[in-house]
C-alpha cells in the first residue's frame, strides 16, 4: 500500500545533542511537511517542500532544519534539542499542495532528556 | 490572521447514537477549504471529509456529514451511528485557496461508549 512512514515511531535524544528523523513516501506527491504537534496543541507546520522548493515558516526555530534529496524522502533536523522541542513530530505529503488532502504518517514521538 | 477553534476538548457518544463536533474559524478569504481529519490512539491522521467554500451544498461522506455556515464562519462535524472505531481525537482545519498552510484546531477527543 502507498503510505508515507516516519522513523522511528519514538526518538530519545539529550538536550543538546543533534537528532535527525526521517520520512518516506511511496505516493510520489510533490509536496512533504513537516508538522509540531505538542501536547492537547494543534499541529503546528514547521516547514514544507514543494518538490525541491524549500518554504520555511517564519515563526520555526533556527534550531529546526529540513532536507530533501529526492522526492521519496525528507528529513528534520534539529540541531540542539531543547526541552521544549519534545513533541510528536508529523510528516504529510500531499499531490500538489494547496486544498489537496493530506497523507500523514504515524508520527515521531520526540523525548529530549 | 486565520485561527481555527474548536470549543469541545472531549466529547463522547452512546454507541449508535449521533454527535456533532463543532468547529469555527476565522478569515478574511472568500475562497478557501476546510476538513475534518480523525487521529485514532497511536495511528495515523486520516481525512473524514473536506468542505468548499464556494459550494453551498454540505459535504457528506457515509456517517459523516457536515453543517457548513459560511456567513457564521461556521463547520460543525455530525457523526451519525457511532462506531467504536470512531473514537479518536477529531482535528479540524482551514486553507485558503492558493495557500499551503494547513491551520489545524486544537481537537475534540471524541469517546464512544458501548
Known amino acids: 500500500d502507498a503510505m508515507v512512514i516516519q522513523n522511528p515511531r519514538y526518538q530519545v535524544t539529550q538536550f543538546g545533542k543533534p537528532v535527525t528523523l526521517s520520512c518516506s513516501q511511496t505516493l510520489n506527491h510533490n509536496v512533504m511537511y513537516w508538522y509540531q504537534q505538542k501536547s492537547s496543541q494543534a499541529p503546528k507546520l514547521l516547514f514544507h517542500y514543494y518538490d525541491k522548493d524549500f518554504n520555511n515558516e517564519a515563526d520555526t526555530p533556527d534550531n529546526f532544519q529540513s532536507r530533501r534529496p529526492n522526492t521519496s524522502f525528507c528529513f528534520l533536523d534539529i540541531r540542539s534539542p531543547g526541552l521544549g522541542d519534545a513533541a510528536m513530530y508529523l510528516c504529510?505529503?500531499?499531490?500538489?499542495?494547496?486544498?489537496?488532502?493530506?497523507?500523514f504518517g504515524n508520527g515521531t514521538r520526540l523525548t529530549v532528556t | 490572521a486565520q485561527t481555527v477553534t474548536q470549543s469541545q476538548p472531549e466529547m463522547s457518544v452512546q454507541e449508535a447514537e449521533t454527535v456533532t463536533l463543532s468547529c469555527t474559524y476565522d478569515t478574511s478569504e472568500s475562497d478557501y477549504y476546510l476538513f475534518w481529519y480523525k487521529q485514532p490512539p497511536s495511528r495515523q491522521m486520516i481525512l473524514v471529509i473536506r468542505q468548499e467554500a464556494y459550494k453551498q451544498q454540505n459535504a457528506t461522506e457515509n456517517r459523516f456529514s457536515v453543517n457548513f455556515q459560511k456567513a457564521a464562519k461556521s463547520f460543525s462535524l455530525k457523526i451519525s451511528d457511532s462506531q467504536l472505531g470512531d473514537a479518536a481525537m477529531y482535528f479540524c482545519a482551514y486553507i485558503a485557496s492558493g495557500a499551503n498552510n494547513l491551520f489545524f484546531g486544537t481537537g475534540t477527543r471524541l469517546t464512544v461508549i458501548p
Open positions: 504529510a505529503t500531499s499531490r500538489d499542495g494547496r486544498n489537496s488532502p493530506l497523507h
